[in-house]
């Protein structure tokens, strides 16, 4: 089973921009859809983007859209998530996942996937 560590979390002014990324142990990362979610403080954990195993398909919340980037580096073990023109709402703890069935199959929808990072805190002060 796949292990993941976030990195890149910190703090941001508004209209500002960070890089997560997630390091993915073992061998058959390749073989797993990646994701990114995140969780404000009271609320709960929300979906913001996802990418196929051979990144060619790529998904993303409507809050996010044009504003983040999610990709791979499958050679690396490595998923990324570019955030530019940050906003307040944006803070949250971002978390890396990863399933081995496709995007927006059942596990995806009831967010039961097959492994999860420890998160990484992103602040975007006002």
């Known amino acids: 089973q796949v292990q993941l560590v976030e990195s890149g979390g910190g703090l941001v002014q508004a209209g500002g921009s960070l890089r997560l990324s997630c390091a993915a142990s073992g061998r058959t990362f390749s073989s797993y859809s990646m994701g990114w979610f995140r969780q404000a403080p009271g609320k709960e954990r929300e979906f913001v983007a996802a990418i196929s195993w051979s990144g060619g398909n790529t998904y993303y919340a409507d809050s996010v859209k044009g504003r983040f980037t999610i990709s791979r580096d499958n050679d690396q073990n490595a998923v990324y998530l570019q955030m530019n023109s940050l906003k307040p709402e944006d803070t949250a703890v971002y978390y890396c996942?990863?399933?081995?069935?496709?995007?927006?199959?059942?596990?995806?929808?009831?967010?039961?996937?097959?492994?999860w990072g420890q998160g990484t805190l992103v602040t975007v002060s006002s």
């Open positions: 996942a990863a399933d081995a069935s496709p995007v927006g199959s059942k596990n995806w929808r009831l967010r039961a996937l097959d492994a």
